[in-house]
């Protein structure tokens, strides 16, 4: 079926510091998701975009809907302990039943 | 409260045992989605409703199944249970802006 590749699988990073994820595809997206989950609880959505170059933030996170339609990418400035967790992307395809393709999701953890 | 409900949180059962997940969707959402997720892994998608019909499969079991029923809300049925269906179960809804929301999840432990 559909996937998405996301990247990277996880990461270590110090305490304010700058974290950069994407995902890509080889198919054409009208909707990108990104969507954090903490341990044990479902993914919360934290960013919907809709058009292609689109660019929303959400306090430090900021998103942006890849020119192509094929891929996506989420920044998060000034990494602090509650970023800790699992972030997933998701698409819907051009004339999907609403039905969502996701990512394998990129776990978040911040050294000690 | 993100309001879609999951019950239980939690259910410990037998191998060979027959359990029910049940899920109640986001006021006026008319899709509700079950995904699976197993320790550190990602989210597989089972199956999807659509206002009482069945509108997508993924990679959902032949001892698996669900239904919506005419109040919206849905159960997904589990049988024959085996110890690698232990998992996180997670519904979701959605509406018109494509956005799914979950619920909190059913932790099944088979033992």
């Known amino acids: 079926g559909q996937q998405l590749n996301q990247s990277p699988q996880s990461m270590f990073i110090q305490e304010g510091e700058d974290v950069s994820m994407n995902c890509t595809s080889s198919?054409?997206?009208?909707?990108w998701l990104w969507y954090k989950q903490d341990p044990g609880e479902g993914p919360v959505l934290l960013i919907a975009?809709?058009?292609a170059g689109e660019l929303t933030s959400n306090g430090r996170l900021t998103a942006q809907f890849g020119i192509t339609r094929k891929d996506s990418f989420l920044n998060i400035s000034a990494s602090i302990p509650s970023d800790v967790g699992i972030y997933f992307c998701?698409?819907?395809?051009?004339?999907?039943?609403?039905?969502?393709?996701w990512g394998a999701g990129t776990k978040l953890i911040i050294k000690p | 409260d993100s309001g879609v409900t999951q019950t239980p949180k939690h259910l410990i059962t037998a191998t060979g045992q027959r359990v029910t997940l049940r899920c109640s969707p986001r006021s006026g959402d008319l899709s509700v989605y079950w995904y699976q997720q197993s320790l550190d892994q990602g989210l597989q998608f089972l199956i999807q409703?659509?206002?009482?019909?069945?509108?997508a499969k993924g990679n959902i079991l032949e001892r698996f199944s669900a239904q919506q029923f005419p109040d919206l809300h849905s159960e997904l049925n589990l049988s024959s249970l085996e110890l690698g269906d232990s998992a996180l179960y997670f519904c979701a809804s959605s509406g018109r802006n494509y956005g799914y929301t979950f619920g909190s999840g059913t932790r099944l432990t088979v033992v």
């Open positions: 409703y659509y206002n009482g019909e069945e509108r």
């Open positions: 998701a698409g819907r395809l051009v004339d999907s039943n609403y039905q969502l393709i």
């Open positions: 975009l809709y058009k």
């Open positions: 198919s054409i997206f009208n909707t």
